[in-house]
């Protein structure tokens, strides 16, 4: 027997929203804003709200906290989305300044700020600048890249942190409280699996919460009673302890940390965070960063490193993932563990500024390609010296351009390898050591 499509059946709040805080007390984590006397919680209480910037990874209070400001404001509440917002919702937030229903003011709550582009940011501003609306405004990425400058200099700028594991557990406790209302039976719930789906949600509640939810509408009843079990919530929390978005400021922090930690030679953190690209299936950042430290930060102390790092690039890609964590994790120990120059980076890079400073000049006439003097040239021909044809395969000539005449760009690092080249080139110069 068909449904009858004509009935409607009712939706049902989600559980991470019918959970969520409703007073400052009621929040987990957050301590560094939110504990007495806190900068923030004194703002709150006082009931004086200036225009609040809250910055942050996913579910981890910021739009549970704009709420409760604005619950507790007295002010005329605006909720507006950057995903989804328009210039005439702006508008519409603008056009009701100085009505009756805005007589204690305008608290405008904008989510996901980045979204907004420049233009749509601009039409806020003179508003939020002569006090007609207070904004609090949420974004997960780095609001000094994506938020106007204007909007950013009236702003206070509040940064919120992954929960800690300890704090998740109580939201998933109360999580299984309230399901056990929902469906009117009691929840068996080991305290492992409390432990086990608050460790896998990577510092956010939603996701913790959610898990929840699955856990216990997946559950074995029994007698009225219902089970869960380490391996439901194995299946419901897989990877979810992954914070990822190639396009987002965890991808670049991520990639920061890979190569800062091989550039450090601390070998575990190196692996830890080649780990977390490598779950996350993004084996291409995971080599193209192996393969620009490995030339950046081991360079010349250890010059055979970058065919050997390349090849292990190579076979990463050839075999694929999960396979491609076996030459990567030797790569990655290799160059963590092997000496640090830095001096090839620092010389072309201050090479490349005097180009594009235009200090560059004609090339000198004896390393010109051979070719026909012109008449007005007296002293003809090219007379470069062929290096080979002198001790030592060397002979002093000038191969710099005049303007950029006994320039150095190059100084050996202290390290085996470039030590050596110094002795070398000093030798066939007939210069003493240093």
């Known amino acids: ?23 400052l007390d009621d929040m987990v984590g957050q301590e560094h804003l939110l504990s007495e006397n806190s900068v923030l919680r004194r703002l709150i209480e006082g009931g004086s709200i200036p225009n609040l910037i809250f910055y942050g990874p996913s579910g ?32 519409e937030v603008v056009n009701s300044v100085g009505t009756f229903g805005s007589s204690a003011g305008i608290l405008l709550y904008l989510d996901e700020i980045q979204y ?22 949420s974004t997960t990425e780095n609001p ?17 942190k992954p929960v800690e594991t300890a704090d998740i557990k109580k939201a998933v406790l109360r999580a299984f409280v309230l399901l056990q209302e929902d469906l009117g039976a009691e929840i068996d719930v080991p305290d492992e699996v409390v432990t086990h789906i608050a460790q896998q949600s990577g510092g956010d509640v939603r996701k913790a919460v959610t898990a929840a939810e699955l856990c216990a509408l997946t559950a074995d009843r029994t007698d009225e009673k219902l089970s869960v079990t380490m391996q439901s919530a194995g299946q419901v929390s897989q990877r979810s302890a992954m914070r990822y978005d190639r396009e ?25 965070y080649l780990a977390r690209l490598l779950v ?31 090849a292990a690039c190579d076979a990463a890609v050839m075999v694929g993932l999960p396979e491609a964590c ?19 980076h620092n010389a072309i890079h201050a090479a490349m500024a005097d180009v594009e400073r235009g200090m560059a000049g004609p090339v000198p006439r004896s390393l010109q390609n051979v070719h026909a003097d012109s008449a007005e040239v007296k002293n003809k021909g090219q007379f ?36 050596g080249f110094r002795d070398y080139l000093n030798m066939i110069k007939g210069q003493k050591g240093e």
């Open 326 to 344: 076996l030459p990567l994790a030797d790569a990655v120990i290799l160059v963590a563990g092997a000496p640090k120059s830095n001096s090839g």
């Open 280 to 310: 996350a299936g993004d084996l291409p950042s995971a080599c193209r960063r192996l393969m620009v430290t490995a030339c950046e930060d081991v360079g010349l102390a250890y010059p055979q490193i970058i065919p050997i790092v390349k």
């Open 248 to 272: 987002g400021d965890q991808h670049y922090d991520i990639l920061s940390a890979y190569q800062k930690s091989m550039r450090g030679s601390d070998i575990d953190a190196s692996l830890h």
């Open 60 to 91: 981890v209070g910021k739009t549970t906290l704009a709420r409760i400001i604005a619950e507790t404001s007295g002010m005329q509440l605006h909720r507006l989305n950057g995903t989804q917002v328009g210039t005439a919702d702006i508008k």
């Open 144 to 160: 000094y890249f994506y938020i106007y400058n204007a909007i950013l200099s009236r702003s206070t700028v509040f940064e919120f």
């Open 1 to 23: 027997m068909k449904p009858d499509s004509s009935k409607n059946t009712p939706t049902r709040q989600p559980l991470a929203d019918r959970i969520r805080p409703k007073t």
């Open 116 to 137: 907004l582009n420049k233009k749509q940011q601009q039409t806020l501003l003179e508003y939020i600048e002569n006090g007609d609306i207070t904004l609090i405004a």
């Open 384 to 419: 470069y010296k062929y290096p080979h044809d002198f001790p030592n395969h060397y002979v002093d000539q000038q191969y710099m351009p005049d303007k950029l005449k006994n320039t150095v760009y190059y100084t050996p690092g202290q390290n085996k390898s470039e030590l």
